[in-house]
């Protein structure tokens, strides 16, 4: 098995730009972790999936911040607009049905400036 | 709501010498535990789960954790480190429902010295 893939592994762009990360999660989880991991604030779930349907969604930031997950296979974050403060480590996860455990990608780096 | 707290953002050990990453949990549930460790430039895996079967559970490349219910404990040991086990070492918690939200603590970074 592949792992989770993220894509791409680094992201720079300027204030303002709209930013999609990619995630496929391993065939046959069932549920869908993204994180965000910084230096000031370490490892922040900002949403998870469950069956392609968001189950929480609290750690979203704000507006500017929304996930997709179209089918099971897939899944999107963007930011739209961009800003400085952005810049982090974003973690993909997925998880099968029947394990607590939650199998990471590896990651990908947005730069901002 | 459940949270872990991990003492210490830094430990150093001499290679060879006991590891000992402390952490302690809150939670209103019976708790999931759990260590993860993180490489340089990579995502988190698991080093073991603790899921209310034994109270000590052994896990990869040598490390366990004990659980501990009077201290709210969860700390993870290895007799002996090697430089590979350099890493950043993440303790989590989830409740035992089918929610499964997991928290993670703040994260230790573990030094190895030669």
């Known amino acids: 098995d592949a792992g989770v893939i993220q894509s791409p592994r680094h992201e720079v762009t300027e204030m303002g730009q709209e930013v999609t990360l990619r995630c496929k999660p391993i065939?046959?989880?069932?549920?869908l972790f993204w994180y965000r991991q910084t230096m000031m604030r370490g490892l922040e779930l900002l949403i998870y999936?469950?069956?392609?349907?968001?189950?929480?969604d609290s750690g979203m930031p704000e507006d500017r911040f929304s996930a997709k997950m179209p089918n099971a296979s897939f899944s999107t974050l963007k930011i739209q607009p961009s800003e400085p403060r952005d810049s982090a480590v974003y973690f993909c996860?997925?998880?099968?049905?029947?394990?607590?455990?939650?199998?990471f990608g590896p990651g990908t780096r947005l730069t901002v400036l | 709501a459940q949270s872990v707290t991990q003492l210490g953002s830094h430990v150093s050990v001499s290679e060879g010498a006991l590891v000992l990453l402390r952490c302690n949990y809150s939670?209103?549930?019976?708790?999931?535990l759990f260590w993860y460790v993180q490489y340089p430039n990579q995502g988190l895996q698991l080093l073991l789960k603790?899921?209310?079967?034994?109270?000590l559970v052994k896990g990869i490349n040598g490390f366990e954790a004990e659980f501990k219910k009077s201290e709210t404990s969860f700390h993870l040991t290895k007799p002996s480190a090697h430089m590979s086990d350099a890493a950043e070492y993440f303790c989590?918690?989830?409740?035992?429902?089918?929610?499964?939200?997991?928290?993670f603590g703040t994260g230790t970074k573990l030094q190895v010295i030669p």
């Open positions: 996860a997925s998880r099968p049905l029947t394990s607590d455990e939650q199998f």
């Open positions: 065939s046959g989880h069932n549920s």
């Open positions: 999936f469950n069956n392609n349907v968001p189950i929480d």
């Open positions: 939670s209103s549930v019976p708790p999931y």
């Open positions: 603790y899921t209310s079967a034994a109270t």
């Open positions: 989590a918690v989830s409740d035992s429902g089918g929610y499964q939200k997991v928290t």
